[in-house]
């Protein structure tokens, strides 16, 4: 796990790291839009949004195109995806805040509505649990948050069949297959994915009311709650 962690710091790795998603996940550009949507159901056009594992800065260059009065701290511990993001995002990083770091290291707020794409997968339960409780703290009453990553079952040979379909998304999707066999082997290898249910439940158990299913793409699962 340390070694995978320790890749999003090469620079080099983080340069290229926004052709991936788009191979690897069904509708990444649609999960970012309705992402938006749903944060601006309760968000102000003047917003603060909290963003945790922003490095790469792919959400947030959406989003700060999205609504142009949004003002944005990015949390993530790799301080070369951070710069990645900078890159990504030109003149609009002066709405960011960055923040190399975990959710210990985020302000305290409280954000209008926050938001974690493709980071949760690389927490166990516990840390996952603890992680979405320090996010929830940070949050108004009531402030949209919503998380997206690695989510599918796990048991009777579905983490096996699932991980086949992923691989053979990617591979539609033209992305080399010596990669994909790669990435494949590493998720199966290195990441405490859970059961969407499982997910959900540590959703609530962090405090989030209302939590919705909204996105569900092969390995991956989005969900909405409120603080």
């Not at 917003?47 to 142009?68: K, N, T």
Request: with cysteine; aromatic share 10%.
């Amino acid at each position: 796990m340390q070694a995978l962690l320790a890749s999003f710091n090469n620079p080099e790795h983080a340069r290229r790291y926004g052709d991936g998603p788009r191979r690897f996940i069904p509708g990444f550009a649609d999960l970012h839009r309705m992402t938006a949507i749903l944060l601006a159901e309760r968000a102000s056009d003047d917003a603060r949004i909290l963003v945790l594992g922003a490095g790469g800065g792919l959400e947030l260059r959406a989003w700060a195109d999205a609504h142009l009065g949004w003002t944005f701290v990015g949390v993530d511990p790799a301080a070369a995806m951070l710069d990645e993001a900078r890159r990504v995002l030109g003149a609009d990083a002066e709405r960011v805040i960055f923040c190399e770091g975990y959710i210990d290291d985020a302000p305290e707020g409280p954000f209008d509505a926050a938001a974690c794409l493709l980071t949760l997968h690389f927490l166990d339960p516990a840390e996952r649990t603890r992680t979405l409780r320090e996010l929830r703290r940070r949050l108004k009453p009531g402030a949209p948050f919503v998380a997206a990553h690695y989510s599918f079952p796990q048991g009777d040979g579905g983490r096996t069949l699932w991980l086949s379909r992923y691989g053979a998304f990617a591979l539609a999707s033209g992305a080399d297959p010596e990669q994909v066999g790669k990435m494949c082997a590493g998720v199966d290898a290195n990441l405490p994915i859970l059961d969407p249910e499982q997910d959900e439940a540590i959703l609530r158990e962090a405090g989030f009311t209302d939590v919705a299913l909204f996105y569900a793409a092969f390995t991956w699962r989005g969900w909405v709650g409120y603080a």
